[in-house]
């Protein structure tokens, strides 16, 4: 599907104020560009995955007085549902675009993963690249680069997700909204791809931990 990449006034909604004139907003500017993404690049994570991807974008039909601070389309091989499974996931923020790996709060996988990752740092970790990012929450903003955490910082993240229940990893890249490749559909999708290829190994690890 044809569509043209994300503009200043995309990420602009997110400083609209309340939460109906918000979402009506994120429905009618954001939603579909999200949809977009999504069916572009699901033939791609299919292959990526092995077995057939489906989108899910965010509807944020829970949320009753706080607008949201972000939107998200995310790919699982799963049709009902992604939080529970992992998944590669891309949204938006006020100040950028992140696309990442993904392992949130209700994943069973959790423990066996880090605990996988742990044992397996010499292989994985050197193919994660230092610009990359890692968040321990998903609803949070702060992310801490590859290159900063290094082999100690990582190990603590990874075993905190094997003990804390409500822990959760996401890696993968943030662009800030200025990015000349943010407002290109075809040289993000590009970006996106490359770095979901970049993180397919921790995509695998986690299905095998499953």
């Not at 675009?97 to 709060?105: N, P, S, T, V």
Request: glycine letters at 6%.
């Amino acid at each position: 599907m044809s569509w043209t990449g994300f503009q200043d006034k995309d990420f602009d909604v997110f400083s609209i104020p309340g939460l109906e004139p918000r979402m009506e907003a994120l429905k009618e500017q954001i939603r579909p560009k999200l949809e977009s993404l999504g069916e572009n690049l699901r033939p791609d994570l299919s292959d990526l995955a092995g077995e057939q991807m489906f989108v899910h974008v965010a509807k944020h039909a829970r949320r009753t007085v706080n607008p949201p601070d972000e939107t998200w389309v995310a790919w699982s091989t799963q049709k009902r549902g992604y939080k529970a499974h992992p998944h590669f996931q891309v949204g938006m923020r006020k100040p950028h675009l992140f696309a990442m790996f993904a392992l949130i709060y209700e994943s069973p996988n959790k423990p066996d993963f880090a605990r996988n990752f742990l044992e397996q740092m010499d292989e994985l970790l050197p193919f994660i690249p230092s610009s990359f990012v890692v968040s321990q929450d998903h609803t949070r903003p702060e992310a801490t680069p590859v290159g900063e955490l290094g082999r100690t910082g990582m190990e603590k993240v990874l075993k905190r997700l094997q003990n804390v229940k409500k822990a959760e990893f996401l890696c993968g890249i943030r662009l800030d909204r200025n990015h000349p490749a943010v407002q290109e559909a075809d040289r993000l999708e590009s970006e996106i791809k490359q770095a979901f290829q970049t993180l397919s190994p921790l995509y695998r690890l986690a299905v095998l931990s499953g």
